[in-house]
């Protein structure tokens, strides 16, 4: 009897915990991914400012000059994408503009994936289950969009809650 008034006790106080917890999460989660998501782009997006310092530079180069027919050239495209993704870090960290900052990754998304269709030699090992580091890198694109979704869900006032609403 003892031991289950005190399992008891030990469990509301587990829930209360958890339910606290739960509460903060609710309420800071999707700031923090906004935020961090925000310190991923803008840091790959420095990175292809300086030549030489970006892992992907050699992939996007040879993606967009392929993409475009040789017609924007890596000079061209390393710039113009560093600056597209530092302003897409520089909206997700301050929180402004976000329909405009979700527009533009969601326009450079279907981007990334070229590289797997395009040069299936360098981002596989064996096809279509062993990825090479950069079609690792290009896979890990899809939390990047999933978080953007998650994100976008708050644009218009939505919310995560800690617990069910009773309706």
């Not at 309420?27 to 997006?45: D, T």
């Not at 710039?79 to 993704?85: D, I, K, M, V």
Request: with cysteine; glycine share 10%.
């Amino acid at each position: 009897m003892i031991r289950r008034v005190h399992s008891r006790l030990e469990n509301r106080r587990l829930d209360k915990l958890d339910l606290r917890i739960t509460r903060w999460m609710a309420q800071y989660g999707v700031i923090l991914l906004r935020v961090s998501l925000g310190v991923v782009f803008l840091w790959f997006g420095l990175l292809k400012f300086f030549p030489g310092a970006s892992p992907a530079e050699t992939l996007v180069g040879q993606t967009v000059a392929t993409a475009s027919g040789g017609l924007v050239p890596p000079s061209v495209s390393m710039p113009a994408l560093a600056l597209w993704e530092c302003l897409i870090g520089i909206g997700l960290i301050t929180g402004r503009a976000m329909r405009f900052t979700l527009f533009l990754l969601f326009a450079q998304m279907p981007g990334t994936i070229l590289p797997v269709f395009l040069f299936p030699d360098l981002t596989f090992k064996s096809i279509p289950f062993i990825l090479t580091l950069e079609g690792q890198y290009i896979v890990k694109n899809i939390v990047l969009v999933c978080a953007g979704i998650v994100i976008g869900a708050t644009v218009r006032g939505g919310r995560l809650e800690a617990e069910r609403s009773r309706v």
